[in-house]
């Protein structure tokens, strides 16, 4: 198991930018698969971004030109760059990471709250 620890939440305007982090207790380039989950209030918790370690990023529809996943190996942080925010993308944001061989999760973190004020 990995521990995830995010940070960098808080509350902003729409229109606004934040930068989530997500620092990983071991080596993040051994992890196949690091990505970002959130879940507002009422609704399911959503995969919005992935992001492998042979440098392959995705994301959702609605973050797509608005939100960048990058890696910092050396420091075993994953940043998620958060701009143009809208009271849509308010939610908690949760730190994932998942092997391939075996397919499965091996962390999560505790979650950041993210909320966009109108």
């Known amino acids: 198991q990995v521990q995830l620890l995010e940070s960098g939440g808080g509350l902003v305007q729409a229109g606004g930018s934040l930068r989530l982090s997500c620092v990983a207790s071991t080596n993040i380039s051994r992890i196949s698969i690091m990505a970002w989950y959130r879940q507002a209030p009422g609704k399911q918790r959503e995969l919005v971004t992935i992001?492998?370690?042979?440098?392959?990023?995705d994301y959702i529809d609605s973050v797509k030109g608005r939100f960048t996943v990058s890696r910092d190996n050396a420091q075993n942080i994953v940043y998620l760059q958060m701009n143009s925010l809208t009271p849509e993308d308010t939610a908690v944001y949760y730190c994932?990471?998942?092997?391939?061989?075996?397919?499965?999760?091996?962390?999560w973190g505790q979650g950041t709250q993210v909320t966009v004020s109108s």
């Open positions: 994932n990471a998942r092997s391939r061989h075996p397919p499965r999760v091996i962390g």
């Open positions: 992001s492998t370690n042979d440098g392959d990023t």
